[in-house]
């Protein structure tokens, strides 16, 4: 019995060193990589046993131990190899919820669990793991397909649906008639059906009816009895942080990858490098396992400058399709829409033909625009009680009358004036080279650059070869101190800027 005692005791004083190391390697994971990286990914690892030379870690789900082994499976073994000197293998299984709760209760003496029968230390057979690993497999995958409960969707999903905008009220003309199409393709997709286009990539200026497009996707998605999510990018990375924040990111993944169709819209402010590393993630898991993806922006990927470049590389691997400007006779169909709905509120409100013709050729920008000309035209009508004629509309919507929209300047536009006006190369600009020739044209890029496009000064460098948003600045005040003192510079400054504005 004492020798028994004595063996037990040195059985424990083990587990008690297996935990210590453990816990340094954590620690020293975490100092390594982050808290908000630690957190997401780590903090729900644990240590299942220590073998001779091997380590043995449990992780909740399939995915999690996917994303561990092909992200982390190096940074992972080196800590664990320095805390266990023997160790030269390190294994992660899926634990289910059954052997969470026998470790949580068993402790220590789950790693190290003697025989009794042969006074050595037992370990699981390979046949047993497989046989857990695949029920765990087969468990995460029920749980993944399984309809999401109506309190976890409203957990995560804050961009509501306004049930005005269907199919039945988007109206179609050449602009759009691609995107409708194929929209309405998606909608009507079963799950399990091939994927023709994943993912759908959207994009038009405001007011083109993108929005409109994607939440009657999503309409006609949840009527057709698929798991269809909208969001807006700011409300993705609202969730994302939030669930950071909770220390439990993972549920934030897994029920975003147990959908069949995720619709993403405005993907131009999605901001944050974590942001677009995680939906990159879900973009490449939904995707990967059949899942649908769409996506709409205000510019084609090629125009999206801060955004990775793996995002866009997916997003070019889709379909991409265009919204354009609505023609007149699109623009005479909405407002008449706008006016018979107003109608139904308002019986006396009536607008001839004539005037709805007028509205529809001086207003060419987009579609609110011609919603709030119908709102004025109400306006008008209701409060004076005179009829509506081309005089009454113009005065109503002389405020929406805007003259030709200036043209969207690119950086690389710039780029590539200044230096072929300078008889230099575009890569001449954006090098380290610091001789005249070279300085001045680069100064007056950067400056124009500041001056004709929205662009920040941190993303002005950026796209200058990697130089610091100082380094800009310094170089628009350059500029206007020289055009302030040399008529000649500020005379070729002035040329570039008008050809570019043209």
Request: charged share 25%.
């Amino acid at each position: 019995m004492p020798e028994q005692n004595h063996w037990q005791a040195g059985l424990n004083d083990g587990a008690s060193a297996h935990r210590q190391s453990w816990e340094r390697a954590r620690g020293r994971l975490r100092d390594e990589l982050g808290d908000a990286v630690y957190n997401s990914w780590f903090a729900r690892l644990e240590l299942e046993r220590v073998d001779a030379n091997a380590v043995l870690l449990t992780v909740p789900t399939k995915f999690l131990k996917s994303w561990l082994q092909s992200h982390y499976g190096d940074c992972l073994k080196a800590r664990l190899c320095a805390e266990f000197p023997s160790v030269n293998r390190v294994t992660i299984e899926v634990r289910s919820p059954s052997r969470k709760a026998k470790t949580r209760e068993a402790g220590a003496d789950q790693m190290v669990a003697p025989s009794s029968s042969a006074g050595v230390v037992e370990r699981s057979s390979p046949s047993f793991v497989r046989s857990h690993a695949a029920a765990d497999a087969a468990s995460f995958r029920r749980a993944a397909t399984r309809p999401l409960a109506r309190q976890e969707m409203d957990a995560f999903i804050a961009s509501p649906l306004d049930r005005r905008l269907s199919f039945s009220t988007f109206l179609i003309g050449p602009s759009n008639q691609l995107a409708y199409a194929a929209a309405c393709r998606i909608a009507k997709a079963q799950t399990g059906d091939r994927l023709l286009f994943n993912p759908l990539y959207t994009h038009a200026s405001v007011g083109l009816g993108k929005t409109h497009l994607l939440q009657a996707l999503a309409h006609a998605a949840n009527d057709n009895k698929r798991r269809a999510i909208y969001l807006t990018a700011e409300k993705f990375m609202c969730g994302f942080v939030s669930a950071l924040n909770a220390q439990n990111p993972t549920t934030f993944k897994e029920r975003l990858r147990g959908i069949d169709l995720l619709i993403i819209d405005d993907v131009q402010f999605l901001r944050g490098k974590s942001n677009q590393q995680e939906f990159c993630h879900t973009l490449n898991a939904l995707i990967d396992a059949g899942r649908q993806v769409v996506v709409s922006a205000d510019r084609p990927p090629s125009e999206l400058e801060t955004l990775d470049e793996r995002l866009l590389s997916r997003f070019k691997g889709g379909l991409c399709v265009d919204i354009g400007p609505l023609d007149e006779a699109l623009r005479v169909k909405i407002l008449e829409a706008r006016i018979a709905a107003a109608h139904e509120a308002q019986p006396n409100f009536h607008v001839p033909p004539a005037v709805i013709s007028y509205v529809a050729t001086t207003i060419p920008a987009n579609g609110r625009d011609l919603e709030g000309a119908v709102n004025r035209l109400l306006a008008h009508s209701t409060l004076s009680g005179a009829p509506l004629t081309i005089e009454t509309a113009e005065t109503a919507i002389r405020d929406l009358v805007r003259t030709q929209e200036p043209k969207r300047v690119k950086i690389d536009d710039i780029q590539k004036l200044v230096a072929s006006h300078y008889n230099i190369s575009r890569t001449d600009i954006l090098s380290s080279r610091r001789t005249t020739n070279v300085v001045r044209p680069r100064h007056i890029a950067m400056y124009l650059s500041k001056v004709l496009t929205s662009r920040s000064l941190p993303e002005i460098g950026r796209r200058f070869g990697g130089r610091d948003h100082t380094t800009v600045l310094h170089a628009v005040r350059k500029v206007q101190e020289l055009a302030a003192k040399d008529k000649s510079f500020a005379e070729v400054v002035d040329l570039l800027q008008r050809i570019l504005a043209d």
